[in-house]
């Protein structure tokens, strides 16, 4: 794990090579996802069930590509109860946050006889990618369909890498017939998303795609943008952790090593004012680790994008995090809140000792599908508007129509549109009013 001194020299370029360690590996993954994605395009059920045998080990026919709502029941019933408890709880939380969220329309009267409107319309049917493999996630299937669900999307489709029986874990299985998803397939990797994208036989055509997956399933995304709308690239793991004291480096070398467990690709950077914490820091980290159960994994990512960073002041902590724009910002220091307002770029920012990435990740209510690569500069969490679109509707009244008819009449003549200027100048006319023929 690199150590870096604020002010030292290199220090700035330093750090801003944790942020972009991973740029570059999408664009090769796009050439390596391509032709997947156009087999699926041309051939549909049977390219997808190709490539399952090919990368998931899965030999499936069409028929059973569908997980039945049985299925799902069973999985859920499987669960030890207390395993199932906790995630209704996380459930009923992540619901909670996210239906608070729901938009209402946006009506203004600017003058006698006009309404402007800006409505929401949730959108017809959505696809979630939830990955597979290694691990399964229910608290993704969880994070993504449940603000599906409360902005009234009309169906949620799912689709996940099966094993190699074709099976589906128990757990991903629960969380989608807990979430209200309504149709799940076995079907991962890029070919699932091109499957939503362009629809087959089996799985339908989707307007919106959201979800994480590797470096070909964003890629893929990227690819099928266009034919329909996709969420944001999802990037490996990132986590900046801010400490001012040498008490609270045992539970930040923690949380680094939680975050950094994710993917040898992974992020995580503790910042810590003065040489005291710092130390105390790189100490932990590395009294912590060889006790980890993955350990290898998280070793490459300490070695690849893991620092432990020595600032001088609370604010130069704060600039390196925001220099950084990490998908994940924990503040361990007395009035967290506080300076977590001055936060612009960060993804989600967990404020004080107490509040863990880990609670975000499973059950606190915030979303845990958050920008990464530096992207938190400018983009959001995912939420209950990801899924919904928005429409504007314009009524005018004949005399809100003749009072601003002339107006508009001169600025299409000022950009030199006479067809717009004349259309408009039809309505100071109207026919029958004994001002005109309309023409």
Not at 42 to 52: H, N, P, Q, S, V
Not at 411 to 430: D, K, S, T, V, W
């Amino acid at each position: 794990m690199k150590r870096i001194r604020c002010g030292g020299e290199g220090a700035r370029a330093a750090i801003a090579a944790l942020g972009s360690a991973g740029a570059g590996a999408l664009a090769g993954a796009e050439a390596e996802a391509r032709p997947i994605v156009e087999a699926v395009r041309a051939e549909g059920d049977a390219a997808l069930l190709r490539f399952t045998r090919a990368f998931d080990g899965a030999s499936l026919d069409a028929s059973r590509l569908e997980v039945s709502r049985e299925e799902m029941e069973a999985a859920l019933g499987r669960l030890a109860p207390q395993v199932r408890e906790a995630l209704a709880l996380a459930a009923r939380r992540i619901r909670e946050f996210h239906e608070a969220q729901c938009p209402a329309p946006i009506v203004t009267r600017p003058g006698v006889g006009e309404r402007l409107l800006l409505r929401p319309i949730p959108l017809r049917r959505v696809g979630l990618y939830v990955p597979g493999g290694r691990a399964a996630y229910p608290s993704t299937v969880l994070m993504n369909a449940l603000p599906a669900r409360a902005a009234g999307v009309g169906e949620i489709v799912l689709c996940t890498p099966p094993g190699e029986d074709g099976s589906v874990a128990d757990g991903v299985l629960a969380a989608a017939r807990l979430a209200g998803v309504d149709r799940v397939f076995r079907a991962g990797g890029a070919q699932a998303v091109a499957a939503m994208a362009f629809g087959t036989a089996t799985i339908p055509k989707v307007d919106k795609i959201a979800g994480p997956g590797n470096l070909y399933v964003s890629a893929a995304k990227r690819l099928v943008r266009g034919e329909v709308e996709v969420d944001k690239d999802a990037g490996p793991s990132e986590v900046v952790v801010l400490l001012d004291e040498p008490r609270w480096a045992a539970w930040a070398a923690a949380d680094l090593l939680a975050q950094a467990e994710h993917d040898p690709e992974a992020m995580a950077v503790g910042v810590a004012v003065g040489r005291a914490a710092a130390d105390a820091l790189a100490a932990e980290v590395e009294a912590r680790l060889p006790a980890e159960p993955r350990r290898e994994v998280i070793a490459r990512a300490l070695e690849r994008r893991g620092a432990v960073v020595e600032a001088r002041t609370r604010e130069e902590a704060l600039e390196v995090a925001e220099g950084l724009a990490p998908e994940h910002l924990e503040i361990l220091w007395e009035e967290a809140e506080e300076w977590a307002q001055r936060v612009r770029s960060a993804g989600a920012v967990f404020c004080g000792p107490w509040s863990p990435v880990p609670l975000g990740d499973y059950i606190a209510g915030s979303n845990h599908v958050l920008p990464t690569g530096g992207s938190a500069r400018w983009a959001s969490p995912l939420g209950v508007l990801d899924f919904v679109k928005w429409s504007s509707y314009v009524t005018m009244g004949p005399e809100a129509a003749q009072r601003l008819g002339e107006p508009a009449a001169l600025l299409a003549e000022l950009e030199g549109l006479p067809a717009h200027a004349r259309a408009l100048r039809l309505r100071l006319n109207p026919p029958g009013t004994g001002r005109g023929d309309g023409r």
